[in-house]
C-alpha cells in the first residue's frame, strides 16, 4: 500500500529574495517508533538578494518533521522517501515550500493481529489499574495503622491518674538493633516510665513503643 503525506511550510528569509538560484532537498525521515515517522527535510541553496546582483548568498534550513501512523496498519516493510517537492517565493521575503512524502510497504494488519494487540492493551490497562488499587490499600493500611497508634496512646492516657499523664509522646519503632537499654538510653526515660506505656516482655522488630517525655 502507498501512502502520500503532504507538507507545508513558509521559510522567511533575513534578506530580501529575488531568485533562487539552485535549489535542493534532503530528509533524514524514518521509522523511529511502530507507528511514528519522524526526522527533517534540509532545504538548501543558493539565491539573490535583487536581479541585477551578480553575487548569490547561500541558505539552508532544517524543517521537522513527524508523522503517527494509524496502529491498523503493518509498518514492518515501510520506506519512506520524497514523492515531489515544489516551491514559490512570495513577496520577496518568503519562501513557501511543499513537499510530499511517500509512505510505501504499508499493509492493513489481519484481524487476529488487531485482537491480539487489542488483548494487550486490556493486560496493560488491567495492570495498571491493579498498581493503582495496590497503592490506595496501601496509603489506606498506613492511614489505619496510624489511627490505631493514635488510639493505643490516648487509650493508655486516660487510664492515668492527671498527675502522672506527660504533655509530649513520640512512638518508636523497633529495629533489629534495639534493646529495652538502648531504647531508655535513648530517649533519657527510666525503665518504669517505658514500662507504664508498653508491654516490654516481648520486643520484636517492628513493635511501636510509645516513648513519655516531660515538659521542659
Not at 521509522?31 to 547561500?58: C, H, M, Q, R
Not at 510530499?100 to 494488519?109: I, P, S
Amino acid at each position: 500500500m502507498r501512502k502520500i503525506i503532504p507538507f507545508k511550510k513558509d521559510i522567511e528569509f533575513e534578506t530580501n529574495i529575488a531568485e533562487i538560484s539552485s535549489i535542493s532537498l534532503e530528509h533524514t525521515l524514518k521509522l523511529k517508533e511502530e507507528n511514528l515517522v519522524s526526522g527533517e527535510f534540509i532545504v538548501s541553496g543558493t539565491y539573490k538578494i535583487t536581479e541585477a546582483s551578480l553575487n548569490v548568498d547561500p541558505f539552508e534550513y532544517k524543517l521537522p518533521f513527524d508523522i503517527s501512523i494509524d496502529k491498523k496498519y503493518d509498518t514492518t516493510n515501510i520506506d519512506v522517501d520524497i514523492n515531489d517537492f515544489y516551491y514559490e517565493i512570495i513577496n520577496n521575503q518568503m519562501l513557501e515550500v511543499n513537499i510530499e512524502v511517500v509512505l510505501e510497504g504499508l499493509e492493513e494488519k489481519s484481524e487476529e493481529e488487531e485482537r491480539i494487540l487489542t488483548e494487550e492493551k486490556i493486560e496493560t490497562l488491567n495492570e495498571n489499574e491493579e498498581e493503582t488499587n495496590q497503592k490506595e490499600t496501601n496509603i489506606q493500611e498506613n492511614t489505619e495503622e496510624n489511627r490505631e497508634i493514635d488510639t493505643n496512646v490516648k487509650s493508655i492516657f486516660n487510664d492515668l491518674d492527671e498527675n502522672e499523664r506527660y504533655s509530649i509522646y513520640k512512638v518508636h519503632i523497633v529495629t533489629e538493633n534495639d534493646t529495652t537499654e538502648s531504647i531508655i538510653s535513648e530517649y533519657d526515660i527510666t525503665r518504669e516510665e517505658l514500662e507504664a506505656y508498653n508491654d516490654l516482655t516481648d520486643l520484636k522488630i517492628g513493635d511501636k513503643l510509645i516513648i513519655p517525655s516531660h515538659e521542659d
